[in-house]
């Protein structure tokens, strides 16, 4: 029961490691998750505790009544030691003392449970970068968006640029019909995939719905700058290149850069 409960107290610390202390937990599911991360690893503490204080309490009381068993096989030995000496019964048979209780290997495999908390803890994997986005499947094309959608776009600026998500600058480059991003500035942020196509390389960021084990992959086409270390975070300025006809279900948007500029990876790396 001890490895049981110091296993349940490793596993609550990491969840308030990664969640109450850090933001780590973005690497791993969405940020509305924290609260429940939080509650959890607490949950996991404050039993992992109670149990240990009960086994304390549990290993004394067994250790009091081990000396008082001792004791009264003592007595027992004694009054037995008596009567042969005067030649009498004993007033109580002397029996063996029983063996305790031998308990069964304490728990060694739930110990393998402690390879991921020993990751998270040690390591903390990062979060999905290049070689998943070219392992995961891309993101389907954006649903049709419907009358309400399009008249609550909200119009890009022709004099400043426009921050954009890889989600948002698809969604217009794939169905918009006013195609606002035609002679627009945009500025999208993720990190660096390389394409098979010479002159240009993808700007990518994973999509999740729940956690990592559900992304999908987001990326753009950029043309017209050299592309940076695969996996760099950047932050992209450019101009959309707008299609030519209907986009197939494999069309990939893409700009042309005027301004390709590293940045830290973001708090939150998954759109």
């Given at each position: ?7 349940l ?30 509650a ?7 039993l ?21 068993a ?31 209780h031998e ?35 891309p ?42 991003l035609?002679g627009?500035t ?29 992304a ?15 996996d ?10 707008p ?29």
């Open positions: 029961m001890k490895s049981q409960s110091l296993l107290l490793l596993l609550g610390g990491a969840l308030l490691k990664i969640s109450a202390f850090s933001t780590d937990f973005t690497n791993y599911v969405k940020p509305g998750f924290r609260p429940l991360l939080i959890a690893g607490a949950v996991l503490v404050i992992a505790v109670a149990t240990l204080i009960k086994e304390r309490r549990m290993s004394v009381l067994t250790a009091r009544q081990a000396r008082q001792r004791l009264a096989h003592a007595r027992l030995a004694e009054d037995a030691h008596l009567a042969r000496l005067t030649g009498r019964e004993p007033a109580t048979p002397v029996q063996a003392c029983s063996p305790g308990h069964g290997k304490d728990g060694r495999v739930a110990w393998l449970l402690t390879a991921p908390v020993a990751a998270i803890l040690l390591i903390a994997p990062p979060a999905l970068g290049s070689y998943a986005a070219q392992q995961a499947q993101a389907p094309p954006p649903p049709p968006p419907s009358v309400v959608d399009a008249q609550a776009v909200k119009p890009l600026n022709s004099y400043r640029v426009n921050v954009l998500s890889l989600a948002e600058f698809a969604d217009r480059a794939w169905y918009e019909p006013s195609r606002s035609a627009k945009v500025r999208l942020t993720g990190f660096v995939l390389p394409s098979p196509d010479e002159g240009e390389w993808y700007i990518a960021r994973m999509r999740i719905s729940c956690c990592a084990a559900d999908l992959t987001m990326k753009v086409i950029v043309r017209g700058a050299p592309a940076p270390a695969t760099t975070w950047v932050r992209v300025t450019g101009t959309w290149i299609r030519k006809g209907r986009p197939s279900d494999t069309y990939v948007p893409a700009v042309t850069a005027s301004d390709v500029h590293p940045v830290s990876p973001p708090v939150e790396p998954y759109e």
